[in-house]
């Protein structure tokens, strides 16, 4: 398992950008497939986006498609999340997780089930006010 911790969330208006980061304490981070997940006020977990170990396949939930970007920096242990043209719908706790990645192949797909994910961070609080 890897030890996660994110930062970045905060209060941001309507059509605004915010990034979040992810620090990872392994250097086996880079073996990991990374995800962000979220949790709407009174809401269950869902899904955000998630990027392969190598970072050359993400996929992203329909809602966030083209104002979200998930990246990584395997040589840094970190992973991020660009957040544009936020809505106030976005306002959430935003959790980075990491689990054993699907397979060896640079362009494996990552997975969207919080299930497949063994290491969570305590989330960060991103408000977006109208």
């Known amino acids: 398992q890897v030890h996660l911790v994110e930062s970045g969330g905060g209060l941001v208006q309507a059509g605004g950008p915010l990034r979040l980061s992810c620090a990872a304490s392994e250097r086996t981070f880079s073996t990991y497939t990374l995800g962000w997940f979220r949790q709407p006020p009174g809401k269950e977990h869902e899904f955000v986006a998630s990027i392969n170990w190598s970072g050359a396949r993400s996929t992203y939930r329909d809602s966030v498609k083209g104002r979200f970007t998930i990246s990584r920096d395997n040589a840094k242990n970190a992973g991020y999340l660009q957040m544009n043209s936020l809505k106030p719908e976005d306002t959430a706790v935003y959790y980075c997780?990491?689990?054993?990645?699907?397979?060896?192949?640079?362009?494996?797909?990552?997975?969207?089930?919080?299930?497949?994910?063994?290491?969570w961070g305590h989330g960060t609080q991103v408000t977006v006010s109208s």
């Open positions: 997780a990491a689990g054993p990645r699907e397979s060896d192949s640079i362009n494996s797909s990552p997975s969207s089930k919080p299930n497949d994910y063994n290491s």
